[in-house]
């Protein structure tokens, strides 16, 4: 089963084999951390946020298209979206919270996405585009290669050319861009 590739894995997910879960679980899910710590900045929350990406994957597997990206784009796309969501569910629990093994083996399939969800996702994405056209091509880059490639402050150096000091800025440069003109538009973000 390690030996499919994720185009596979994800088909048998989607008929609901928890085998082939578990391995593009093992795959990925060092990666999802080093993300969600990016976010978080707190191990524990990041590793929540992980459980939490896996479980909408296993839930919601059906809307995964692989003629626009790739299962890992597809993942650490889901993994910048959930912070929202994350912080929100969490802060908001009354009741003891059910093992990942439970939710994943108890609960069912979703028959579909959630409408209101889809609208609201296209239209914080619909804004996040706007303002992130607006930045320079560096920070866009940068931040592209950062957060949505999984690079390190020194690889981009390396893949750029661009000295440590201007990668850093421009990547904590874009984030404030986008924090302003997010903000602006009546989206709240929260400071790492």
């Known amino acids: 089963m390690k030996e499919l590739d994720d185009e596979r894995l994800m088909c048998r997910i989607q008929r609901g084999d928890l085998d ?14 080093r993300v969600g710590a990016r976010l978080f900045r707190d191990a524990t929350e990041a590793e929540d946020l992980v459980e939490e990406v896996f479980l909408y994957l296993f839930r919601r597997s059906h809307i995964f298209d692989s003629s626009k990206g790739s299962v890992r784009s597809w993942l650490i796309q889901v993994t910048y979206s959930r912070p929202f969501n994350h912080r929100k569910s969490r802060n908001g629990r009354c009741h003891e919270r059910e093992s990942f093994e439970e939710a994943v ?33 560096e920070q866009r880059e940068a931040i592209e290669m950062y957060f949505f490639a999984g ?42």
Do not use: M
């Open 20 to 33: 082939a879960f578990e391995v593009l679980f093992d795959r990925y899910s060092g990666l999802l951390i």
């Open 105 to 137: 083996q108890v609960q069912p399939i979703d028959p579909g996405p959630d409408p209101e969800e889809l609208a609201e996702l296209a239209s914080w994405r619909s804004y996040f585009l706007q303002a992130f056209s607006s930045l320079k091509k």
């Open 151 to 192: 690079y390190t402050l020194q690889e981009i150096c390396q893949k750029t050319g661009y000295s440590f000091p201007s990668v850093r800025n421009h990547v904590y440069r874009g984030i404030e861009q986008l924090r302003i003109r997010l903000s602006e538009d009546g989206f709240t973000i929260r400071r790492a």
